[in-house]
């Protein structure tokens, strides 16, 4: 049995990618960029250090970044963070995984705010055992600075013994950069195909999905 689990937040856990993606075009309209929530949700996944270049010129990133980055933490934190919803299961899957021995771990580009209020939301703040966040990461996904932190907050285990959950690219990216085999989910919208070409060695729907086939899952039985 694997014992580390790492898990992704935003649409691994959470329903947030099309509020993020609505709060990234949001702010980049208020500093006259005009951007489609459509084209940055393909972006969600990554934090704004590696979504930005994406959609804003070098020069003008270097002198506006972090204004726009601010703007867009405090927008999301006012009129988009009350939406946010956990996906159905979470819960129970987190109480599964706890009663069968498993470490938790959270491993998310948001703040540390951010991450807190997020374990609030999904209803599992007394079953993780580790939160990391942008704070202890130079760089975010797809780069693999973060996993590597959970990595270390969990006392680096052996080889085998920990796997990323997540829904992204990015997350298999940033996982098997760091070493770990990853298991993706479709609930953040990306499709089966791209998270199988990351990396994501097993998919399935969503948390509850995940916990329904627990028994016979990676998790269980071990990665391929």
């Known amino acids: 049995m694997i014992r580390h689990l790492i898990f992704d937040i935003d649409g691994t856990l959470l329903d947030s990618v099309d509020l993020h993606a609505e709060a ?34 070098k020069e003008r990133l270097e002198r506006e970044g972090e204004k726009i980055e601010k703007f867009r933490s405090e927008l999301f934190a006012e009129t988009y963070l009350p939406k946010v919803k956990p996906f159905p299961g ?44 942008s704070d202890e990461a130079e760089r975010s996904k797809p780069h693999p600075d973060i996993f590597e932190a959970a990595l270390d907050r969990l006392g680096r285990p052996h080889r085998g013994q920990a796997v990323v959950i997540g829904d992204s690219p990015y997350d298999a990216e940033a996982a098997v950069r760091a070493g770990l085999p990853v298991i993706g989910v479709l609930c953040g919208g990306f499709p089966e195909a791209r998270l199988s070409e990351a990396g994501c060695t097993a998919i399935y ?16 039985r071990g990665m391929p």
């Open 24 to 57: 990234w075009a949001e702010a980049f309209a208020a500093f006259g960029i005009t951007v489609s929530a459509e084209d940055v949700r393909s972006q969600i996944g990554k934090g704004g250090d590696q979504l930005m270049p994406v959609f804003v010129p």
């Open 90 to 133: 979470v819960r129970a899957l987190f109480e599964r995984l706890k009663a069968e021995g498993h470490v938790l771990a959270l491993a998310s580009s948001g703040k540390a705010e951010e991450v807190e209020r997020y374990q609030e939301i999904a209803g599992i703040r007394d079953l993780v055992d580790v939160a990391t966040n």
């Open 205 to 220: 729907r969503d948390p509850q999905d995940l916990l329904d086939g627990y028994a016979s899952s990676p998790l269980r």
